[in-house]
């Protein structure tokens, strides 16, 4: 393995350091010895003269961009613009800037939408471009593809050490507990905690249970994004994955045993599905390395202490 890039001492900027992954890579730099830095939340990423004066100010030596305008499923179907422009924006203004300011490594977060529909699972990195992005994502996606290209091609021209991490679905302390728009697991932990309080018999969970989801505790995504500013030699597309996958309804099971409801899990095969399942393939950053230590137990615990320690489930973050 080629010499690993030193952290130590190194002014390091988080783009997005109040949402759930920005929090943790803000403690994983801070741990790793790197002077981390963060811009007031009014600094808005999509304003391409305020990005710049903040970076002539700051000048930091490191990026890891993970702001990002994201959504579920209906939000991306109904706001496609929002999330186009957006996430286009913030990519575009960091990664130029950070290219202009001589920023040493910089890690953009993309999403596994960036792929095909349909790409053979596990999804590997040389899928990427090899066909169009589920349209229900289109707007979110063709941005995180912007912004990988972006990386690529600011590498190709300019000799940035640019790269892009692709994670699987996230969770961990600092998600949203939103019953409504919540990604998976914290709306399986509201769900089952308020079972719980109410004494109830069941909790119900939406579709057929049946579709399998790949999780990733997000402080071992963290990991991985320090790991890449270290190890990323030769840049493009990383996969961050734990090669696992779990069905909704055994998710549901564990979320249920974590949270202490003993009653019946429910499903309901009127509502919808979704996504039948993604996994995507990480061998190319295992071969560098890194690996998740946080099994799906020990996470889900971690995450319901999260949820119990904010009054209001994080809803209003
Ligand atoms: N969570 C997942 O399962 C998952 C999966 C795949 C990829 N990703 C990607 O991973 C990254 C981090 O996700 P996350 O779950 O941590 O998201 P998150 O909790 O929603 O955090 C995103 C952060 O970006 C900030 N932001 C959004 N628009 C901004 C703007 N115009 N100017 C300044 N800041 C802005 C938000 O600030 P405010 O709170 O002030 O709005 C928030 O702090 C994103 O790029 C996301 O697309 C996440």
Redesign the pocket.
Same mark, same amino acid.
Request: a neutral charge; glycine letters at 10%; charged letters at 25%.
């Given at each position: 393995m080629a010499d690993a890039y030193d952290l130590t001492g190194k002014s390091a900027y988080v783009?997005?350091? *109040?949402?759930? /992954?920005?929090q943790a890579i803000v403690r994983v730099l801070d741990h790793a010895g790197c002077r981390v830095l963060t811009a007031p939340?009014t600094?808005?990423?999509?304003e391409q003269t305020k990005v710049r004066e903040w970076f002539a100010d700051n000048r930091p030596e490191v990026v890891i961009?993970? *702001?990002?305008? /994201?959504g579920g499923i209906m939000a991306h179907r109904e706001r496609p613009a929002e999330f186009a422009y957006?996430n286009v924006m913030?990519a575009a203004n960091l990664i130029d800037t950070a290219a202009r300011h001589a920023v040493e490594r910089l890690v953009f977060?993309?999403?596994?939408a960036i792929y095909p529909r349909g790409a053979a699972q596990p999804i590997k990195e040389s899928a990427f471009l090899q066909g169009a992005p589920d349209p229900g994502h289109l707007g979110y996606a063709i941005a995180?593809i912007a912004g990988a290209t972006l990386c690529d091609t600011y590498r190709a021209q300019y000799g940035c050490d640019f790269m892009t991490a692709v994670?699987?679905?996230?969770?961990g302390p600092?998600?949203?507990y939103d019953p409504v728009k919540s990604?998976v697991v914290p709306a399986l932990i509201r769900k089952a905690h308020e079972a719980k309080i109410a004494g109830n018999e069941a909790m119900t969970i939406w579709g057929t249970g049946t579709p399998r989801r790949e999780l990733l505790f997000v402080d071992d995504f963290a990991e991985a994004c320090a790991h890449l500013v270290k190890h990323g030699q030769g840049g493009g597309l990383f996969n961050v994955g734990t090669g696992e996958d779990i069905a909704i309804r055994d998710l549901a099971a564990l979320v249920a045993e974590t949270v202490g409801f003993r009653g019946k899990i429910v499903t309901d095969p009127a509502k919808p599905d979704g996504a039948q399942g993604k996994r995507i393939d990480s061998t190319r950053l295992r071969a560098t390395g890194w690996r998740p230590k946080t099994d799906l137990r020990s996470g889900l615990a971690a995450t319901y202490r999260d949820f119990l320690s904010r009054g209001d489930g994080g809803v209003a973050?």
């Amino acid at each position: 393995m080629a010499d690993a890039y030193d952290l130590t001492g190194k002014s390091a900027y988080v783009a997005g350091h *109040a949402g759930m /992954a920005g929090q943790a890579i803000v403690r994983v730099l801070d741990h790793a010895g790197c002077r981390v830095l963060t811009a007031p939340r009014t600094l808005d990423l999509r304003e391409q003269t305020k990005v710049r004066e903040w970076f002539a100010d700051n000048r930091p030596e490191v990026v890891i961009i993970a *702001a990002a305008r /994201a959504g579920g499923i209906m939000a991306h179907r109904e706001r496609p613009a929002e999330f186009a422009y957006d996430n286009v924006m913030i990519a575009a203004n960091l990664i130029d800037t950070a290219a202009r300011h001589a920023v040493e490594r910089l890690v953009f977060v993309a999403s596994s939408a960036i792929y095909p529909r349909g790409a053979a699972q596990p999804i590997k990195e040389s899928a990427f471009l090899q066909g169009a992005p589920d349209p229900g994502h289109l707007g979110y996606a063709i941005a995180k593809i912007a912004g990988a290209t972006l990386c690529d091609t600011y590498r190709a021209q300019y000799g940035c050490d640019f790269m892009t991490a692709v994670p699987t679905n996230l969770y961990g302390p600092g998600d949203r507990y939103d019953p409504v728009k919540s990604h998976v697991v914290p709306a399986l932990i509201r769900k089952a905690h308020e079972a719980k309080i109410a004494g109830n018999e069941a909790m119900t969970i939406w579709g057929t249970g049946t579709p399998r989801r790949e999780l990733l505790f997000v402080d071992d995504f963290a990991e991985a994004c320090a790991h890449l500013v270290k190890h990323g030699q030769g840049g493009g597309l990383f996969n961050v994955g734990t090669g696992e996958d779990i069905a909704i309804r055994d998710l549901a099971a564990l979320v249920a045993e974590t949270v202490g409801f003993r009653g019946k899990i429910v499903t309901d095969p009127a509502k919808p599905d979704g996504a039948q399942g993604k996994r995507i393939d990480s061998t190319r950053l295992r071969a560098t390395g890194w690996r998740p230590k946080t099994d799906l137990r020990s996470g889900l615990a971690a995450t319901y202490r999260d949820f119990l320690s904010r009054g209001d489930g994080g809803v209003a973050a």
